[in-house]
């Protein structure tokens, strides 16, 4: 262990992951940047998640696996904090156990963040990856006329486009510990069933953030993942985030022309599209009544909004009554296909780096 290197703490949430740990883990050992301790916490997983981990701690004290009584993801933030109570690095990095990192991920973003003291934390781009990693989708965030608000530089400037995109891949975060313990360590909140948004809103009024403009690893998406599952639910949980954020920092919010009807108009518009996504993830997990339900609610709430999405709900409905699957209409039409997580029409697939 270099004893020149800041030390960086990586907190790898687990639960039923026996498939893709073995990958995580091995992207952390490949890491450019040696001095970092993993504490992987397996949230009472009924598969072999947590004995491969004790394997690797056992091949290298860097790696710590912990293991608990299940608790589910709208408690996360217990998880996470149990594991930061063990941390002992200057820099807290993120990394769920079904993700990958390329080698020098930590290298170039703790240089960076030594370079720059102002910055609390520091993000970049990832790939969104086929459940094998097989081949990759797109970038996220994708290319944006707006990067120089990535870097949060005046802190809150970066509150507008966090709020209309939540684009920050929770794998590419590395905070600094002091200020993450600052905060009370990770925020959850509003039946969230994570902890990445909450906690770096919370971090993005307290300074500046470095950017790395370049991917540093591979989010793999799937359709039983958590962002998936609870598609509707998050971005309500969301706005209800949003609206007490708006209350403890009224003028962050009027200095950015954010007033409440926008933000209201904006979630509605959201709201709209986000259930009859989750509808078609359901359908194609053939839970039939949950996506009739979610298409209902798309069609039936937020007046005329997204009246397109609202059609798809209706087409979707139509399906779901039937129990057939809509993926093969979507490829007919060139739209994406959920079941395969297929990039948008007329973009090319980036090749595997």
């Not at 696996?65 to 807290?92: D, M, P, W």
């Not at 081949?135 to 709020?163: E, H, Q, S």
Request: with cysteine; glycine share 6%.
């Amino acid at each position: 262990m270099n004893i020149q290197q800041p030390l960086v703490s990586v907190i790898s949430p687990a639960y039923n992951h026996e498939k893709f740990i073995a990958d995580c883990i091995e992207s952390v050992l490949a890491q450019t940047w040696s001095n970092w301790e993993m504490i992987i916490i397996d949230d009472g997983s009924t598969d072999s998640t947590y004995s491969i981990a004790c394997d690797y701690a056992a091949k290298d004290s860097r790696i710590r696996a912990f293991t608990q009584k299940n608790i589910g993801i709208f408690r996360l933030g217990e998880s996470y904090n149990f594991a930061l109570s063990h941390c002992s690095g200057k820099y807290v990095a993120v990394l769920e156990c079904d993700d990958v990192w390329f080698p020098e991920k930590l290298e170039v973003q703790v240089e960076d963040l030594e370079k720059k003291p102002q910055c609390v934390l520091s993000w970049g781009k990832a790939y969104l990856s086929a459940i094998d990693l097989s081949f990759n989708y797109y970038l996220a965030p994708r290319n944006d006329k707006d990067t120089d608000l990535f870097y949060n530089k005046p802190p809150g400037v970066f509150l507008k486009k966090f709020i209309y995109s939540t684009l920050i891949p929770a794998l590419t975060i590395v905070i600094r510990r002091d200020l993450l313990m600052e905060i009370g360590g990770f925020i959850q909140g509003f039946n969230l069933p994570l902890v990445d948004i909450p906690t770096t809103l919370e971090l993005l009024m307290r300074g500046e953030f470095t950017y790395i403009d370049r991917p540093l690893g591979r989010w793999r998406i799937y359709p039983n993942q958590v962002t998936k599952t609870y598609t509707g639910q998050m971005t309500t949980s969301y706005y209800l985030l949003i609206q007490s954020f708006m209350q403890r920092f009224p003028k962050a919010f009027e200095e950015h022309g954010l007033t409440k009807a926008i933000i209201d108009d904006h979630f509605r518009n959201r709201l709209v599209v986000s259930y009859s996504r989750s509808g078609r993830y359901k359908l194609i997990r053939k839970d039939f009544r949950g996506a009739r339900r979610d298409y209902i609610h798309s069609i039936t709430h937020y007046g005329f909004k997204q009246p397109v999405w609202k059609l798809r709900s209706a087409v979707g409905l139509f399906f779901s009554f039937f129990r057939m699957d809509i993926e093969w209409l979507a490829k007919l039409i060139g739209n994406e296909s959920y079941k395969t997580g297929s990039n948008n029409p007329g973009q090319k697939d980036l090749p595997v780096k």
